[in-house]
């Protein structure tokens, strides 16, 4: 039987496709859709190591290329020790049908996830309820743990009235630690939860007026200020280098890379584009969001790509100049005089 996968095309609509991703990013997310290791539950195991192979790719440009998607798109989840990979967008534009096989098909693929979370995290996104009930039935609640472990203590108890009460006892220790490491557990993934939900709230980094150019800069975040060393540096560098010691709009400006760029390294990226901007005399904001826009469309991320890409172009530079050094054909010497009628006698 063949196995085929289907892609809206809404999906080329999609603001972070449309604006956001690079053209890798979009090779990317369509081998991500329709690779040859998805299944119909979205959920599938796949290495690094397969994908570099099958796209080409060096598996440095894979592990960039997931960290994007995942941290800055939050596209997709990885679980580097079962290697399972989750589309988080994966029930929204493939689950619509709820046949008898597509069920079948969706129930025995989920028994193979060792991953529970993932199932949790790909359930969120399928609107049709049959299919969700199923995703949703191989995540236990913590109240049908609490009342199984109930049970389990019952019978335990039980049990121990033929047996020595020093074993029993053992045995329902053993239950109930390993209980409280689930809850633990659960608690910890809530909290995660909601650290990412508030750094995906919080408002972009802005510098307190109220406060002096001399003191450490600060970012205010949902109404605290937080010192931090990133906005101290690139402050630093703007101030002692001539950009304008009194525009706080265009620190305010310049500050906003360092949270709403796909940039790796946002602090050292920036004042790289800086230092560029002081060598060419050119100290202005609009000159080094022009370097920063420039790089982020080409896909350089970090130092190392940017002084790769920078020598790159010098060696092609001095390569063209060599070239056009050495004129083709026969140099003609200076001084000479075409004399057509030479040799003719009258």
């Not at 440009?61 to 997709?76: A, D, G, N, P, T």
């Not at 001095?318 to 070239?323: A, N, R």
């Amino acid at each position: 039987m063949a196995k085929y996968r289907v892609i809206w095309t809404n999906l080329w609509n999609d603001p972070i496709v449309l604006e956001e991703m690079t053209p890798e990013d979009k090779l990317f997310y369509v081998y991500l859709l329709t690779g040859p290791c998805t299944t119909q539950t979205g959920i599938y195991r796949i290495t690094k190591k397969q994908i570099a192979f099958e796209l080409g790719y060096s598996i440095d440009s894979v592990q960039l290329l997931m960290e994007r998607f995942i941290h800055h798109y939050k596209l997709i989840r990885y679980n580097p020790e079962t290697r399972e990979l989750a589309i988080k967008n994966w029930g929204k534009e493939n689950l619509h049908k709820c046949g008898k096989a597509v069920m079948d098909c969706i129930t025995k693929e989920l028994k193979d996830v060792k991953d529970i979370s993932l199932i949790q995290y790909v359930a969120e996104s399928i609107e049709k309820e049959e299919i969700r009930n199923i995703y949703d039935s191989f995540c236990e609640p913590e109240e049908s743990l609490n009342e199984e472990d109930n049970q389990n203590e019952e019978n335990i108890f039980e049990e121990s009235e033929c047996e020595d009460p020093e074993e029993a006892s053992l045995q329902l220790f053993t239950i109930r630690g390993e209980k409280e490491k689930q809850k633990e557990n659960k608690k910890e993934n809530k909290k995660e939860k909601q650290q990412q939900k508030e750094k995906q709230k919080a408002p972009a980094p802005t510098i307190e007026k109220e406060q002096d150019l001399d003191t450490t800069p600060s970012i205010v975040v949902q109404g605290h200020t937080v010192q931090t060393d990133d906005v101290k540096e690139i402050i630093e560098f703007w101030d002692k280098n001539g950009f304008g010691l009194s525009n706080l709009n265009a620190k305010e400006q310049l500050l906003l890379w360092l949270t709403n760029s796909s940039f790796l390294q946002p602090k050292a990226v920036i004042l790289k584009a800086m230092e560029i901007a002081c060598a060419n005399n050119k100290r202005r904001l609009n000159y080094v969001a022009g370097i920063l826009r420039n790089w982020e469309n080409e896909s350089l991320l970090t130092v190392e790509e940017i002084d790769l890409n920078q020598e790159n172009e010098r060696s092609l530079q001095k390569f063209k100049q060599s070239t056009n050094s050495f004129p083709a054909g026969r140099a003609i010497p200076s001084g000479f005089v075409l004399d057509i009628t030479a040799g003719e006698e009258e």
